[in-house]
């Protein structure tokens, strides 16, 4: 048996960003009921996933989809530069890897993490590509967005993808993942979006490559992968990290052993969380095949699709959540480091709530996150 709390994401209808197909949203948690918790879900019959500081996270099978554990899978949080995954995964069907372009000095003058685009270089789209996921390259996801037509359409590619993944709890608001209020994804959306991505070749490559040269105004200098499993994990294939001062630690990693492919995801991390996500991806390569799956990475809608809803296989013990559940503070009580949308039942009628982080943030370089 489990404590059933369903986010916001699952109760309100969800409409198309573009103006184009609309997805209605489901009426329960995307990838099955076990999933609405705010606690620890984890299967019968073996231990319990290695302790994380991180406050949401999932560990899931790539290859089926299957969930094998959980904690607040579907909380909101600041994604930071994990929602590069989503940029990367929009853009890279849309735009000829071979084009060439000078980037504005908008792009140039990124604030954060930056590969060090100049406007007197040229750069090819490929290049971008990496300085976005090997560098985190804020000044390089501008470049990108604006080569596609601009931040507003970039959003909205964006935002559409996201919901014919069924990634409900996704919201871009910038193409590099710098905070900004109304911006948020889950540790469950942003495992769906890396499987997603696995499946696409040159997504698998730009995510996989360590060091790489790249164009200066003369010559070129190496770039390095800011995910540092690369060269410490088995197996390891890559995907984001990310990191702001609001946001605190993020990441989603894939990495595959004998022909498998596990999928891990964390969001709001205060420290170091390497040998955390590889104590969490041992744990899923243990117990993969083994267990019975506490819920499932949905596949993405066709266009015509209307948003399924999503049964949970006979779960497994949930712990109850250690945070509160959501909105059970007055709105009057809200401050900085209020990083959640949810809702709760009073009186047999049902209270939205919307609790945002950023009004009014004053960004500051030194700040400013990978």
Not at 355 to 361: D, V
Request: hydrophobic share 40%.
């Amino acid at each position: 048996m489990w404590t059933k709390l369903v986010p916001v994401t699952a109760l309100i209808a969800s409409v198309s960003l573009t103006g184009g197909t609309a997805y209605a949203a489901p009426t329960t948690p995307v990838g099955g009921e076990a999933l609405g918790s705010r606690g620890l879900v984890t299967p019968e019959g073996v231990k319990e996933p290695p302790k994380t500081q991180a406050t949401s996270y999932v560990i899931a099978d790539a290859d089926t989809g299957e969930v094998l554990a959980a904690k607040d899978p579907h909380g909101r949080f600041l994604p930071a530069s994990t929602l590069k995954t989503l940029t990367a995964l929009t853009l890279i069907p849309k735009l000829d890897k071979d084009r060439k372009i000078r980037p504005s000095e908008n792009a140039c003058n990124q604030e954060g993490t930056a590969v060090g685009l100049s406007v007197k270089a040229t750069y090819k789209i490929d290049d971008l590509f990496r300085a976005l996921m090997m560098s985190s390259g804020n000044d390089a996801a501008m470049a990108l967005a604006e080569t596609n037509g601009g931040v507003a359409k970039t959003m909205s590619d964006m935002n559409a993808l996201a919901k014919r993944l069924q990634a409900y709890d996704t919201v871009a608001k910038t193409p590099s993942g710098l905070d900004k209020p109304g911006q948020s994804s889950s540790a469950y959306d942003l495992a769906l979006i890396a499987r997603a991505g696995l499946a696409n070749p040159a997504f698998r490559g730009y995510i996989s490559t360590k060091t790489s040269k790249f164009p200066a105004p003369k010559g070129y200098y190496e770039i390095s992968n800011h995910n540092k499993l690369l060269w410490r994990y088995k197996g390891m294939i890559g995907v984001k990290n990310g990191w702001t001062s609001k946001a605190l630690g993020s990441f989603v990693g894939a990495a595959s052993r004998d022909g498998h492919t596990i999928v891990v995801s964390i969001m709001r991390h205060e420290g170091y969380f390497w040998d955390e996500v590889a104590k969490l991806l041992d744990w899923g390569f243990s117990v993969r095949g083994k267990v019975q799956p506490v819920g499932r990475l949905v596949d993405p809608l066709s266009e015509v699709q209307a948003v399924p809803r999503s049964s949970a296989p006979p779960a497994s013990k949930v712990t109850p959540a250690a945070q509160p559940p959501l909105l059970d503070t007055a709105a009057s009580k809200q401050t900085d480091s209020t990083r959640t949308i949810g809702s709760v039942v009073i009186g047999g009628g049902l209270l939205f709530g919307l609790i945002w982080l950023g009004f009014g943030i004053r960004r500051r370089r030194r700040r400013s996150g990978s």
